[in-house]
């Protein structure tokens, strides 16, 4: 068989089975990447192509390193949903850069982030004064996310009918199941308040995909969708 064919025969068979390596992923990966991830990518793609033009390497054996640098994003996925603890060891957890208008500099030293960095970000999230946010922080994905203080967002119905004048940013008290306990502590409640406002709604801990609290009692559910509530 002529050169040719056999690299335009392996690079289809590997293009085929990175595809269904991708899929078997899922479309988190095909978003913002972690380090692990993005080094994975790299790595991944260099095997890729050396095995398409290198007739001289063994196929199978090229094709065993691929799965083998797959397996491991595969399985910190896993794992990241099955305990709270791995995956704030993984992925880590979000830095606060901004709270009630002042800047944490340990905060941006921490995360080797300058203040030029820090306001180019605001900038393109059209705020331009550091004084206007009520809370910042940079996510385990790079992004930044902003919540401004009160007086500084468009007015809503909550504002003209509720007479709070400090908002903060929600904490995810409940997650997979399972209390958080260092995240409730965050926004002041007891633990009691917590179980009382669960067996209130007639509800179970292990019940709840996600609860989010915030400093004004504010408390929400998204339940398992197995779940049958009255």
């Given at each position: 068989?002529?050169?040719?064919?056999?690299?335009?025969?392996?690079?289809?068979?590997?293009?085929?089975?990175?595809?269904?390596?991708?899929?078997?992923?899922?479309?988190?990966?095909?978003?913002?990447?972690?380090?692990?991830?993005?080094?994975?990518?790299?790595?991944?793609?260099?095997?890729?192509?050396?095995?398409?033009?290198?007739?001289?390497?063994?196929?199978?054996?090229?094709?065993?390193?691929?799965?083998?640098?797959?397996?491991?994003?595969?399985?910190?996925?896993?794992?990241?949903?099955?305990?709270?603890?791995?995956?704030?060891?993984?992925?880590?957890?979000?830095?606060?850069?901004?709270?009630?208008?002042?800047?944490?500099?340990?905060?941006?030293?921490?995360?080797?982030?300058?203040?030029?960095?820090?306001?180019?970000?605001?900038?393109?999230?059209?705020?331009?004064?550091?004084?206007?946010?009520?809370?910042?922080?940079?996510?385990?994905?790079?992004?930044?996310?902003?919540?401004l203080k009160k007086?500084?967002?468009?007015?809503?119905?909550?504002?003209?009918?509720?007479?709070?004048?400090?908002?903060?940013?929600?904490?995810?008290?409940?997650?997979?199941?399972?209390?958080?306990?260092?995240?409730?502590?965050?926004?002041?409640?007891?633990?009691?308040?917590?179980?009382?406002?669960?067996?209130?709604?007639?509800?179970?801990?292990?019940?709840?995909?996600?609860?989010?609290?915030?400093?004004?009692?504010?408390?929400?559910?998204?339940?398992?969708?197995w779940t049958n509530?009255?």
């Open positions: 068989m002529p050169e040719y064919l056999q690299v335009a025969l392996r690079s289809l068979f590997i293009l085929l089975s990175l595809f269904a390596i991708t899929k078997l992923l899922g479309k988190k990966q095909l978003s913002k990447l972690s380090f692990f991830e993005y080094i994975t990518g790299i790595t991944v793609g260099s095997i890729a192509g050396t095995l398409s033009m290198d007739l001289g390497l063994p196929l199978s054996e090229g094709l065993m390193s691929i799965l083998l640098w797959f397996t491991f994003p595969l399985l910190f996925s896993f794992l990241s949903l099955k305990s709270i603890r791995f995956r704030r060891f993984a992925e880590g957890q979000p830095t606060v850069f901004i709270k009630d208008g002042n800047i944490d500099e340990l905060a941006l030293k921490k995360e080797k982030y300058s203040v030029d960095e820090l306001l180019e970000q605001l900038r393109k999230k059209d705020v331009f004064r550091v004084s206007d946010v009520e809370f910042a922080s940079l996510d385990t994905n790079g992004d930044l996310s902003v919540l007086e500084k967002r468009p007015i809503i119905h909550e504002d003209v009918f509720n007479s709070s004048q400090k908002s903060t940013p929600p904490q995810a008290v409940i997650t997979d199941g399972k209390i958080d306990h260092k995240a409730l502590t965050e926004v002041g409640f007891p633990l009691a308040w917590l179980v009382k406002e669960i067996n209130r709604r007639e509800l179970k801990v292990e019940s709840i995909f996600l609860a989010q609290l915030d400093c004004e009692g504010n408390l929400t559910f998204d339940l398992y969708n509530t009255q």
